[in-house]
């Protein structure tokens, strides 16, 4: 599958991403939701477009299997998808995430 879409620009900050996802809450598929985000809303549009939208406001290609959420082309999901959560603004619009970002010195992403 190919994806036009290119990973939103985001300031450079020095952090350390730390947890996983361990919560399948399906928010980060939530197209309704990312159209909240101050920074990423105009840029994820041609995204989510290309990707499609379910009559729940959530990518179409999000399944839900007994209450928790999967992607039904996990193993060719796009780039953006499988980076996610790459910077603290991207979960900031998603409280439930059990991702997190702490300051770093050394070592962290840039
Ligand atoms: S392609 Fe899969 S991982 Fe990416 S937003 Fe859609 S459902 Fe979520
Ligand atoms: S928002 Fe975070 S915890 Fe929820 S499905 Fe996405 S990565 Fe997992």
């Known amino acids: 599958m190919s994806h036009t879409s ?18 399948f809450c399906g928010r980060c598929c939530s197209v309704a939701r990312w159209r ?9 549009q041609a995204f989510f477009t290309e990707m499609g939208e379910n009559e729940r406001g959530e990518c179409a290609q999000l399944v839900w299997r007994n ?8 193993d ?3 780039d953006l998808c499988r980076v996610f959560p790459n910077h603290p603004l991207s979960i900031e619009i998603l409280p439930e ?5 702490r300051a770093s010195t050394e070592g962290g992403q840039s």
């Open 67 to 74: 209450g928790q959420a999967v992607c039904a082309i996990y």
């Open 36 to 44: 909240q985000h101050p920074q990423f809303a105009e840029q994820l």
């Open 97 to 101: 995430c059990t991702f997190q970002f």
């Open 76 to 78: 060719e999901r796009p």
């Open 6 to 23: 290119e990973l939103p620009m985001v300031p450079p900050t020095t952090f350390e991403r730390i947890g996983q996802c361990n919560r």
